[in-house]
């Protein structure tokens, strides 16, 4: 029972199934380093997993997450599974799912894009989820799963 070496929370969000390794990504993109007036945020890294040999998880007190910030866990941890908790039980639980389209959560990688200089919402084209590839709407650009996690 590794989940028992990180307390349960009581109401809030848990961030299951991410890959070992992307725990503080998942925390950077979420913004939930620069929570002031936030609760509680706790990591657990290279926990035993059956289904992926080892896992990262993230429980945020507190918070419930938009259906943006879902789509950029998805980017960065596709195996991922949100569990909303209510007076400490999961009332809700789902896989995260890779959007076909993505709009507004990523910057384009092409340092000439018009989504940089003009006030349009970037929008990218998913080509491929596994590997993660997509392709900007505007100037064609294609960016891989490196440059994707750089630009969330
Ligand atoms: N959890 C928590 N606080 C709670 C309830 C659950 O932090 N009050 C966490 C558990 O530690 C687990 C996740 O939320 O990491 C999902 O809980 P649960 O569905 O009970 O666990 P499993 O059945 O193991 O989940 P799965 O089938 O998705 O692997």
New binding site residues.
Partial sequence: MA?LK?????EGT?I??IPAGKGLKVIQILGLGELKNGGAVLLAMNVPSK?LGRKD?V?VEGKFLSEEEVNKIALVAPTA?V?I?RE???VE?FKVEIPDVIEGILKCGNPNCITHYEYVTPKFYVISKEPLKVRCHYCERTMEEEEILANL
Avoid: F, P, Q
């Fill in positions: 989940e990180v307390s349960a929370i009581k848990v299951d199934h289904k998880i429980k599974t569990n908790i400490y039980k999961v639980k």
